[in-house]
């Protein structure tokens, strides 16, 4: 609908453009210079108000501009006519008063508030018109003072010029105070420097900040379409981003940058939900839809989904992981994320968000993370001196950690852990002949296959040793080392067993023949 | 004619008219709904006061003659009244012709002059701005003047 209108408009424009581009050019005395600055006002008032501007019998001036644009006609000129385009009070001159006007299109229908910037006692300006475009207005001579700003300044100066705006004034500098004053009169006034009635609220936020002289700088590109009909405006120092849930928020600097690469509102993080605080030692964080960015230096790290929620509520950089030190980035598995900090990371899966430091996290990366290494992701912080992940856990000891997975890990903990009976562990397990090894301080416990984890010690174990462990040809232990009812001690083996009775200096290793049946050992003297 | 309302009083000469008001415009009310303050506004004038006129005289001055005045009353917001700006103290009741000029007005127009100035009486914070229609009668029409400001009383804000 709105294409179409637009189609509508350009070629309505275009005819009557032509026409009185014509007349322009027919008149005599006209110099090149002067009709190429009437023609960028013309093409400025027919972008602006063209149904007006062809209906009304009104100069293009006055269309851009509003009526009271001449010099002789008594008002002070806009303040981005004469200040490098930027909307704020130029140097030498202070806030001094305001007025609103109601209803106002150049505001969406509510109020527009004009600021009077008077010159600041001790400076000096010259009464002069405004020029280089139809804002022509006087700039520094009346000397008149609306009253409500800055009041700690007594006297009036001269007007040099002035703000538009479409935020309550309090709001914009509370160095204004709230009584309401209200000129109607000035409702049309305008300057090409200054947004139009069309301003989409992008637009009009940025007025308010100041055009060129706000801390975003200039536009970089045209405003983007957001998701659910928000928008957003890349700045060189910043980005603006709309919404109606939102309003309009400012990001500043990196993080803005940040922003701008993801894709904005139509990236990974959504729009932002304020516009960022800073936390501790200059790291400031900024809280978007699905995420958050934190901006440390000159540096800005996303943080997406439960990993940003973990990290804010792990206390983000005052707690133990300290800043980011980088962005959330997948893991390669397809399934998960890390994020990394200072003193740690955030490892991110269907199970969760999950923390993991020092001593641990050497260890279980070294072994090769979640997607490359036997642990899988982190199902709980550290507790109790270790960590438990989807298929193991990592025990602390020292200044590292000691790693167990699959089903020794399991009847670790089920024994548990460190508090059981098998003691503190000596080392990360390991895979000796296709079977897992791990050590403790009691026992050492081998897991092969679906045999599940067996705990051997003493005579037993050692016999079990010397006799080639795994790679022997007794195979795996397929019981732990246990006491019949007669004080035997006996280990059962997938080729054999060894017995150890009681008052015996030696135990004895029996192997089963090849087919492996209960009454078909052989027994080693 | 004789005005009072919001805790001023104007007794009129012959020949002027005026009125005291506070805003009621909607988007006002909606101000003062967010914090926006509302304080009445005296106009008075030796000519017919044109009902669409800025709180500061515009549209009522554009349509004064060179023999007319124009006053201005204007109250803020009254924690203001102890500022820098407002310190002078009572309204002025007399007016010196010399400070007039055509540049102290809020908008230059013809031979009209202007002056301004900011003072606190009764707790409550004011401007008074008064427009004159002939730089060349500046003596008369500021003795016009100052007849009806020697009619003007402020209440103490309660």
């Known amino acids: ?32 210079r002067s009709f190429l600055v009437r023609a960028a006002v ?60 109601d209803r106002s299109p150049f505001c969406e229908g509510a109020p527009r508030y004009i600021i009077d910037c008077n010159r600041s006692p001790g400076s000096s300006c010259r009464c002069r018109c405004a020029s280089g475009t139809c804002d022509q207005r006087r700039v520094c001579c009346n000397v008149f003072r609306y009253g409500q700003c800055n ?37 049309t006034h305008n300057a090409p420097c200054l947004y139009d009635r069309d301003a989409t609220v992008i637009e009009r936020s940025y007025q308010d900040l100041g055009l060129n002289g706000s801390e975003l700088g200039e536009p970089v590109g045209s405003e983007r379409s957001g998701p659910r009909g928000g928008a957003w405006q890349v700045y060189d120092h910043g980005v603006l981003a709309w919404h109606t849930a939102i309003g309009v928020l400012v990001l500043r600097d990196a993080i803005a940058r940040r922003y701008a690469e993801l894709d904005g509102p139509s990236g990974a993080l959504g729009y932002p ?27 800005a790290f996303a943080l997406f989904g439960p990993a940003a929620a973990r990290y804010e509520r792990l206390d983000g950089p005052v707690g133990t992981l300290g800043a980011p030190t980088a962005g959330t980035e997948p893991v390669g598995d397809g399934r998960g994320s890390v994020t990394r900090f200072e003193n740690g ?39 109790d001196g270790q960590q438990r992940f989807a298929r193991g856990v990592l025990v602390a000891s020292g200044d590292g950690a000691f790693a167990l997975w699959g089903p020794i890990a399991d009847r670790y ?11 503190p562990l000596q080392e990360s397990q390991t895979t000796e002949a296709g079977v897992d090894v791990a050590r403790f301080a009691a026992v050492t416990v081998f897991a092969a296959g679906s045999i599940g984890a067996r705990a051997l010690d003493g005579r037993v174990l050692e016999t079990y040793l010397d006799e080639g462990g795994p790679a022997g040809d007794l195979g795996a232990p397929t019981t732990d080392r246990f006491r019949t009812r007669t004080g035997q001690q006996r280990a059962g083996f997938e080729h054999g067993a060894i017995e150890l009775d009681p008052g015996a200096s030696s135990p004895r290793v029996l192997r089963f023949r090849s087919t492996r049946r209960a009454n078909d050992l052989t027994i080693t003297p | 004619m004789y005005l009072e309302s919001h805790g001023i009083a104007a007794d009129l000469p012959p020949g002027w008219e005026g009125s005291i008001e506070v805003e009621r415009d909607p988007d006002a009310v909606s101000l003062a709904e967010l914090g926006g303050v509302l304080r009445p506004v005296t106009h008075l004038g030796t000519f017919p006061l044109p009902r669409d006129r800025g709180d500061f005289g515009s549209g009522a001055v554009d349509v004064m003659g060179g023999e007319d005045a124009f006053i201005a009353l204007v109250e803020y917001d009254p924690a203001e009244a102890s500022s820098e700006l407002f310190a002078s103290r009572g309204l002025p009741r007399s007016l ?22 900011f003072f606190n009486e009764g707790g409550r914070a004011f401007c008074l701005y008064v427009v004159l229609g002939d730089l060349d009668d500046l003596h008369l029409l500021a003795r016009k003047v100052e007849q009806v400001l020697a009619g003007i009383r402020v209440e103490v804000e309660r």
């Open chain 1, 1 to 32: 609908m709105n294409t179409t209108r637009r189609r509508f408009v350009d070629r309505a424009v275009d005819r009557v453009s032509t026409r009185l581009g014509r007349r322009d050019a027919d008149r005599p005395g006209l110099t090149r």
């Open chain 1, 42 to 101: 013309v093409g400025s008032a027919l972008t602006i108000a063209p149904l007006r501007w062809m209906v009304r019998p009104t100069s293009a001036y006055a269309s851009v501009c509003g009526e009271g644009a001449a010099c002789n006609q008594g008002w002070t000129a806009f303040c981005c006519t004469i200040n490098e385009g930027a909307n704020t009070c130029p140097p030498g001159s202070f806030v001094a008063g305001w007025w609103k006007i």
């Open chain 1, 151 to 187: 009041t700690q300044i007594g006297g009036v100066t001269e007007v040099v010029c002035r703000v538009v705006l479409c935020t309550a004034p309090w709001v914009w500098d509370p160095a204004c105070g709230r009584t309401v004053r209200t000129d109607n009169r000035t409702r």
């Open chain 1, 273 to 299: 939900r304020d516009e960022g605080e800073t936390i501790d030692g200059g790291v400031s964080r900024t809280r978007f839809e699905r995420g958050a960015m934190y901006g440390v230096g000159d540096d």
């Open chain 1, 345 to 383: 990371a955030i490892y991110a899966s269907g199970q969760g968000a999950q923390p993991v430091q020092a001593p641990y996290l050497a260890t279980y990366e070294q072994l090769g993370g979640p997607a490359d290494g036997p642990l899988g992701y982190p199902i709980g912080p550290s507790e």
């Open chain 1, 413 to 423: 903990l089920a024994l548990d852990g460190r508090d059981g009976p098998w003691g």
């Open chain 2, 96 to 117: 010196d012709p010399r400070a007039f000029s055509s540049q102290a007005l809020q908008r230059q127009r013809g031979r009209q002059a202007g002056w301004q100035g």
